[in-house]
């Protein structure tokens, strides 16, 4: 069984996806999880491929989510690791798979996170361009400002990889400005 690759997660989100917000949200996590990735020293292409397909069955089966995405996706033939990291960003809420290495902590701590950025970049007319995290930490303390956003998850994901909250930010900018067109998230003309 091969590593799974951005085309065939692209082939996988597209036979349960069709929201083009959740489509949104697949690169964000993806472009985050590749500069996660550049951090770590590990596979950008790989990490940023199952960033990609974590929210798998989402637009499916919202109350439901994680659970049915494992064995659909292993008969699918993707990896056993790839799905594992799936499985594990829905810890606590969803399922009962601990994120334990960096791929899954990462996977974990930017879903929450890449939303928090995205809004932030929106109330601005640079966009992601030019955002700081200081930007995205201080609407981080404003419980207010994208109410929905689970900060818990997020600072809960930032201790499991011994980092700072400053700095998983920072990296998140990194990756999500390389696809701020995609995301719709440039300069505001």
Request: with cysteine; aromatic share 6%; net charge negative.
């Amino acid at each position: 069984m091969e590593q799974l690759t951005m085309a065939r997660a692209k082939e996988l989100l597209a036979t349960t996806t069709t929201e083009p917000h959740l489509f949104e949200h697949a690169i964000g996590v993806s472009a985050a999880m590749g500069a996660m990735a550049r951090h770590f020293g590990e596979d950008e292409a790989y990490w940023q491929a199952v960033g990609y397909l974590h929210d798998y069955d989402y637009e499916q089966f919202p109350e439901e989510h994680l659970h049915h995405t494992e064995q659909p996706l292993l008969a699918a033939g993707v990896d056993e690791q790839s799905v594992r990291a799936i499985m594990a960003h829905g810890w606590g809420p969803c399922t009962d798979v601990e994120p334990l290495t960096p791929l899954e902590k990462s996977l974990f701590t930017v879903d929450e996170l890449t939303g928090l950025v995205a809004a932030t970049a929106r109330m601005r007319p640079g966009g992601l361009s030019d955002l700081e995290p200081s930007s995205v930490k201080k609407k981080f303390k404003d419980k207010r400002f994208a109410a929905k956003i689970d900060r818990a998850v997020i600072q809960q994901g930032c201790e499991m990889l011994g980092m700072e909250l400053s700095d998983v930010i920072a990296i998140t900018i990194e990756g999500m400005r390389e696809q701020m067109d995609a995301l719709g998230l440039g300069p505001k003309e």
